[in-house]
């Protein structure tokens, strides 16, 4: 069985960094993507950055590059998100997720089979 498992969330004040982890198991094969998203009220899971479990090749929309920043342990099996700077506006739910066989790589948020149960970052102004 699949699981995936944040920690790392909580209070900061604007321009603090705060680092999430999520580790990650169950899972049979090593062709899996593994990706941070963000959900805010009301909205669609945000997809931040995420990594190719077979090269360790990562991929983060213009939006998201510079302030956020996804690496992982040698093992691939637990990956951190850096966040820099943050802002007010970043505060969201932040989930990691697994797609299983990708092709190619991405942050759509329907292809990811597999969802930690998500930690709350807030950022107080």
């Known amino acids: 069985e699949v699981q995936l498992v944040e920690s790392g969330g909580g209070l900061v004040q604007a321009g603090g960094s705060l680092r999430l982890s999520c580790a990650a198991s169950g899972f049979t094969g090593d062709d899996y993507a593994i990706g941070w998203f963000r959900q805010f009220p009301g909205k669609e899971r945000e997809g931040i950055s995420c990594?190719?479990?077979?090269?360790?090749?990562?991929y983060s929309p213009d939006s998201m590059k510079g302030r956020f920043i996804m690496f992982s342990n040698n093992a691939r099996n637990t990956v951190f998100l850096q966040m820099n700077s943050l802002k007010p506006e970043d505060t969201a739910v932040y989930y990691c997720?697994?797609?299983?066989?990708?092709?190619?790589?991405?942050?759509?948020?329907?292809?990811?089979?597999?969802w930690g149960q998500g930690t709350q970052v807030t950022v107080s102004s």
């Open positions: 990594m190719n479990s077979r090269d360790g090749s990562t």
């Open positions: 997720a697994v797609e299983m066989r990708p092709i190619g790589i991405g942050l759509n948020p329907h292809l990811y089979d597999y």
